[in-house]
């Protein structure tokens, strides 16, 4: 092979190897990717948000539970001193009024209660669906790995066999024709010869 045409096929290569990088560069499969790694991330944020939330209404609801369950005892060692029959009148009216007044407290906690536990459980729902989708992009994410791994192979394959084959063209040519092959190669582009 001359000069000439190993500065030609050398060109050849460089323009072939140069195409095989734009179209693995621009592979849909690594466009959709890029999204779905955007939305994976965006989705681990308001995860951590969710779990917050999920969190502080999970303590909130165990707060009144024990508040309740407090009042309870009180108004169960209320009712055992008024039971005793040991009072005096007063104190019997004193009594009634703390249960008057328990009671009153362990309606609001009910009340509160059933506010709570629709807190509570619309955020475990939407952690639970959070992280389902998560998943599901996880899922999707190895798919179009996959995907994009076999796609690319064949091109990857062409451009070690043309690497390869440059390397033994540009044996052929002389160390001064090949630095300005090079040079003219970078000014222009690739259209070098």
Known sequence: MTESEALLRVQDIDLALMRDRRTLAHMPQAKRLQGVLEKRKALAANISKIVGIRKDADMDLEDNEKGHARLKEIVAEVQDKYASGEASYRELADLESQLV???????????????????????????????????????????????????SADIEEDMTRLTAERAEVIESLSPQTLERYEAARKRFGGLAV
Do not use: C, F, P
């Open 101 to 151: 007044s328990l009671a009153k407290r362990i309606e609001k906690y009910e009340y509160k209660h059933t506010e709570l536990m629709e807190r509570a459980n619309k955020a475990h729902t939407a952690e639970k669906n959070a992280r389902a989708l998560y998943d599901q992009l996880n899922a999707d994410i190895d798919a179009l790995v996959k995907s994009l791994k076999s796609d």
